[in-house]
């Protein structure tokens, strides 16, 4: 119980606070197994403990370790060539968001980017009533999803709205889907963590000691989503992603 009560002193956490960002960690476990859509409301309960900046240095690391689940499990699924299109303007994209992260305001950026969302899930809706079956192949769709994924995973934690878009996009069936992110956002997110150990100085041996409490919520959170998928078919998967993704953005504009 002391080890437990120093490791917390440092962020001043009541129990409380502490089940709150553990249940942050659960759902981090059910997203990264494929159940998307929980991306802000981690980030949002994250921010509620350990404030905005802050909490980017203890859910990175987390990410990555949550990031190695999904990866081992999903890896026979991976769409490599998806991601030769992806990464190159995303690894553009962190470090356009490593330099303006700290002068851009964060409230409006994240403003912005959850109407970008929202037009964005609006067309691909119209698309799916309309029954419009033609993929994006120009190289301008996949780069332009890639910068944005990029800055945006840096500076305010919704690169998986416009990476979830781009793998619909591609119509990509559910396993693929879920394959091919866990590489993207592994990679991604290993590309990061230097960033905020050198340069935002968010992640330290304070933030580590926190992450060790917190791996077991990642992994009960990963065997949860892992069940719940494997109940859910590709139609429904995709409708799914359409409205935890409207929603995430909702939830960005009147926080």
Wanted: proline letters at 3%.
């Amino acid at each position: 119980m002391q080890y437990f009560t120093e490791i917390l002193a440092p962020y001043h956490l009541s129990v409380l606070s502490f089940i709150v960002a553990f249940l942050a960690a659960i759902l981090l476990g059910i997203g990264k197994a494929g159940v998307k859509g929980l991306g802000v409301l981690i980030v949002l309960l994250m921010a509620f403990v350990f404030g905005g900046k802050s909490s980017t240095g203890v859910l990175i690391p987390l990410m990555v370790i949550a990031d190695i689940f999904a990866v081992i499990y999903y890896h026979r699924h991976t769409q490599w060539h998806y991601l030769k299109k992806l990464l190159p303007t995303m690894f553009l994209g962190v470090l356009i968001g490593v330099w303006v992260g700290n002068d851009i305001s964060e409230v409006l950026f994240k403003q912005i980017m959850a109407v970008f969302i929202l037009v964005t899930v609006a067309i691909m809706i119209w698309m799916e009533k309309k029954k419009v079956t033609d993929i994006p192949k120009h190289w301008t769709f996949a780069s332009g999803m890639g910068l944005l994924s990029g800055i945006t995973s840096m500076i305010g934690n919704l690169a998986g709205s416009f990476a979830d878009i781009y793998f619909l996009a591609m119509r990509l069936p559910k396993n693929e889907f879920i394959g091919t992110a866990a590489w993207l956002f592994f990679i991604i997110n290993v590309f990061k963590l230097p960033f905020h150990i050198f340069v935002w100085k968010t992640v330290n041996s304070e933030t580590f000691n926190l992450n060790l409490l917190m791996i077991p919520g990642i992994i009960a959170g990963f065997y949860i989503g892992v069940t719940v998928l494997k109940k859910i078919n590709n139609q429904l998967y995709r409708k799914l992603i359409f409205l935890a993704t409207a929603i995430g953005a909702l939830l960005i504009l009147i926080k």
